[in-house]
């Protein structure tokens, strides 16, 4: 079962604004990596942030980690209709290294 | 393409079949992943190899299904006697492991299972 939330559960814009989602997670991690997932499709990593990290920069994204309050946030600037999807958090966990996904933020940009 | 390619994209079979799924992951990369996704829902772990062992199995793989990968390349998941509640995406993932911790994850686009 999942082991992160995600917030918001959805959030629509308009193409330009700028997208904040978060995550939360329940355990210590190494590191959190967002995901992107279009409809229907698989998952394409955005960006790794590590533990010992405050902030990451990725083009128009942004990512920032509090390991004290288990929680990260992805910033998209300057949003495209393109960017509509849904945005996933991701730890590793288990001795597979598997990834713990959060529930994810479906995100649409209106044109 | 060098990518992670599954197959098929989608399926649809009826209540009691039996159905595989084939992953393959990216050539050099030993570790493969299946994970599922339901509507809504992030995916969740269902099994991982280490080249041909498979290491982990989440509670999610019950006893109808079962996941090999021979010779440590391809693999495939079978759902034997499938119910409505298996319809999801079966999402197959590789990485390359070594020393490297962060272990970045590479996704197949997935395939679609309908059960009716």
């Known amino acids: 079962s999942q082991q992160g939330e995600e917030d918001p559960q959805a959030l629509s814009i308009q193409e330009g604004e700028n997208a904040t989602m978060n995550c939360s997670y329940k355990t210590s991690i190494n590191n959190l990596q967002w995901y992107r997932q279009n409809s229907g499709r698989g998952l394409v990593h955005l960006i790794l942030?590590?533990?010992?990290?405050r902030e990451k920069h990725s083009g128009r994204l942004r990512v920032t980690l509090d390991t004290s309050k288990k929680s990260s946030s992805l910033l998209i600037t300057a949003s495209r209709a393109a960017d509509t999807a849904s945005y996933f958090c991701a730890h590793l966990s288990g001795s597979a290294r598997q990834l713990t996904f959060g529930s994810g933020t479906q995100l649409t940009v209106l044109p | 393409d060098t990518g992670v390619s599954q197959d098929p994209r989608h399926k649809i079979t009826k209540r009691g079949q039996n159905v595989t799924f084939r992953c393959d992951p990216i050539?050099?990369?030993?570790?493969l992943y299946w994970y599922r996704q339901t509507l809504g829902q992030g995916p969740e772990f269902l099994t991982y190899?280490?080249?041909?062992?498979?290491?982990?199995k989440s509670r999610l793989l019950s006893d109808r299904f079962s996941a090999e990968r021979p010779k440590g390349s391809f693999s495939t998941l079978e759902i034997q006697r499938t119910e409505q509640g298996d319809s999801a995406m079966y999402l197959c993932?590789?990485?390359?492991?070594?020393?490297?911790?962060?272990?970045?994850?590479?996704f197949g686009p997935g395939t679609r299972l309908t059960v009716t």
């Open positions: 942030i590590r533990s010992n990290e």
């Open positions: 050539s050099e990369h030993n570790r």
């Open positions: 993932a590789s990485s390359p492991g070594g020393r490297d911790k962060n272990y970045e994850q590479y």
């Open positions: 190899f280490q080249n041909e062992a498979q290491l982990e």
